[in-house]
Each structure stands twice: as C-alpha cells, then as structure tokens.
C-alpha cells in the first residue's frame, strides 16, 4: 500500500479532518494532556525527536517546547492535510526548531543513526503501518543510544509484545501511559 498516495486522496483527508478535529479538541487535552504524557518518554532539551503520524499536531507544539531551540523536531504525516494544519499550527507558534514533512513512516528518508527519540504515539496498531516494516525504519534511524517510545490509544493489541520480540529493542519500562525502548544492536 503506498500511504503517500493515500495521503493525497479526498476521501482520506475528508474522513481524516473529521477525525482531527476531536484529535485536537480541548476536551482531548483536558482528557489526555499531551505535555503530561510526553514527560513519560523523558524527552529533553536538545534531542532530536521524530514524530510519526503527527495527525492536526496534538503531541507537536508541546514536543517542540520541551526540546527547545537547541533540539529538532522533525514531523511526519502523510496526509496533506494535516501536514498543512501543523505547519499552520508551527508557524502560528513561532516555532522554528519544528520541520513537518509529508512523509511515509515506513520510508522516512532519514539518515541512519540521526534520532534521539522516536515518538510512536496513538499510531499502531495500525493496518498501513505493520509493525514488521515500520520498527526496522525506526530502529535504522535511531542513534545506537536513541529510545523509541510508543504511547497506544485506545488499546495496547500486544504492541508492546511486538516490539520485544522483533529484537530490535529492549524494555525500559512505562511512564505516564509511555512504553519506553532502548535501541538494540541488532544480532546475527
């Protein structure tokens, strides 16, 4: 399935921006507050964190405010409409440490070992991101010291089993709702 396609269906960007809008909405932060939840990950000044999935931007301007001037936060979202909303959201914000791209999470286009942290936040489960692609990219991206931190809304539907078992990560633990991984030397 080639999701970038995909992002650029009406159909999708319709049914997506329905969605988005209670993704967005003040009740969500109220219910879910994303800076609390992002302080499970152990985010810090400086990193340079991926976000896969970014949807209207719930975890974006929040992420960016904890990582400061001196971090990066590199976006991805392969619905064009979102992409516009977040760069909207960014710009509005005066944030400049924010880069949106619309982009496949299964082939981000980043170099090997570029990343800090990896948020993998409410996106898996999810059909067009099997997680048999998708760790591997992520694994690849990530410093030999980087942590892939995996927030699952609604439901955990043996994710973190998943992670374990591809090999590619081990354990730190949870916090705030926030399953954290180490990188793993991948062995032969």
Same mark, same amino acid.
């Given at each position: 399935?080639? @999701?970038?396609?995909?992002?650029?269906?009406?159909?999708?960007?319709? $049914? %997506?921006?329905?969605?988005?809008?209670?993704?967005? %909405?003040?009740?969500?932060?109220?219910?879910?507050?994303?800076?609390?939840? $992002?302080?499970?990950?152990?985010?810090? @000044?400086?990193?340079?964190?991926?976000?896969?999935?970014?949807?209207?931007?719930?975890?974006?301007?929040?992420?960016?405010?904890?990582?400061?001037?001196?971090?990066?936060?590199?976006?991805?979202? &392969?619905? %064009?409409?979102?992409?516009?909303?977040?760069?909207?959201?960014?710009?509005?914000?005066?944030?400049?440490?924010?880069?949106?791209?619309?982009?496949?999470?299964?082939?981000?286009?980043?170099?090997?070992?570029?990343?800090?942290?990896?948020? $993998?936040?409410?996106?898996?489960?999810?059909?067009?991101? &099997?997680? %048999?692609?998708?760790?591997?990219?992520?694994?690849?991206?990530?410093?030999?010291?980087?942590?892939? !931190?995996?927030?699952?809304? &609604?439901?955990?539907?043996?994710? &973190?089993? !998943?992670?374990?078992?591809?090999?590619?990560?081990?354990?730190?633990?949870?916090?705030?709702?926030?399953?954290?991984?180490?990188?793993?030397?991948?062995?032969?």
């Amino acid at each position: 399935m080639d @999701t970038l396609k995909l992002g650029q269906s009406r159909i999708m960007n319709f $049914l %997506s921006g329905l969605g988005g809008l209670t993704m967005g %909405s003040r009740l969500r932060r109220w219910l879910q507050n994303p800076g609390k939840i $992002l302080q499970g990950t152990n985010i810090t @000044t400086g990193q340079i964190v991926v976000e896969v999935g970014c949807g209207p931007g719930f975890f974006t301007l929040d992420a960016a405010r904890m990582i400061g001037d001196s971090g990066r936060l590199i976006a991805i979202e &392969p619905l %064009s409409d979102f992409v516009d909303k977040v760069r909207d959201k960014v710009e509005k914000a005066g944030l400049k440490n924010v880069e949106v791209l619309k982009r496949d999470a299964l082939n981000t286009g980043l170099e090997d070992n570029s990343v800090d942290l990896v948020l $993998l936040f409410g996106v898996v489960p999810f059909p067009t991101l &099997p997680l %048999s692609k998708l760790l591997p990219e992520m694994h690849r991206i990530l410093k030999t010291d980087g942590t892939l !931190a995996v927030w699952l809304f &609604p439901t955990t539907f043996g994710v &973190p089993t !998943a992670i374990l078992k591809s090999g590619l990560f081990s354990e730190i633990g949870k916090k705030n709702g926030v399953y954290s991984y180490h990188y793993r030397e991948e062995t032969v």
